[in-house]
């Protein structure tokens, strides 16, 4: 997956943001195998709350900003049947959100970088058709993508109550 990365905040440096986006898009990749496809291109926005919370209130209709917004491009059967020949395919966009992540991070003991890799994994599975809201079930098995995704980044489990 081709990732379009664009900084638009006072995201702190290091890290570098770009490389930690994909090395946790490579890392996804690794467990949630439609996800490598070489046709696919994502769009990445670090974006600050001002920005998050007006593309929720205009897409969303939830006037406050949020951590991770995802829109979709594709629909899971789409981006299943999706073969590896072929023009770029768009599976959507993600924006991170600067000043709630990094108050999420503190409240949680953890630094800013794990935090964002764990919602850009999350972002990125949102994308590719998972969801935690549908069931307990579907809620289960997108913990558990994203955990042995950021387990081979070194991550711990962001959710703190389950084994890889």
Not at 69 to 95: H, K, Q, V
């Amino acid at each position: 997956m081709d990732l379009d990365i664009s900084i638009e905040a006072a995201w702190p440096s290091p890290p570098d943001w770009e490389e930690l986006a994909e090395r946790a898009a490579a890392a996804l990749a690794q467990v949630a195998p439609e996800l490598a496809n070489p046709r696919l291109t994502a769009s990445l926005l670090f974006a600050d709350d001002a920005e998050v919370h007006a593309l929720n209130r205009e897409w969303r209709g939830k006037d406050k900003p949020t951590n991770v917004l995802s829109f979709p491009m594709l629909e899971r059967e789409e981006l299943l049947a999706l073969n590896t020949e072929g023009p770029p395919e768009l599976l959507g966009d993600i924006a991170l959100a600067l000043e709630t992540c990094t108050r999420e991070a503190a409240e949680k003991g953890i630094s800013l970088e794990h935090h964002a890799v764990h919602l850009i994994v999350h972002g990125l599975l949102h994308l590719a058709g998972h969801d935690h809201e549908i069931s307990a079930e579907d809620a289960r098995a997108m913990e558990q993508l994203e955990i042995k995704a950021l387990a081979l980044l070194g991550i711990a489990d962001p959710y703190g109550d389950h084994d890889a």
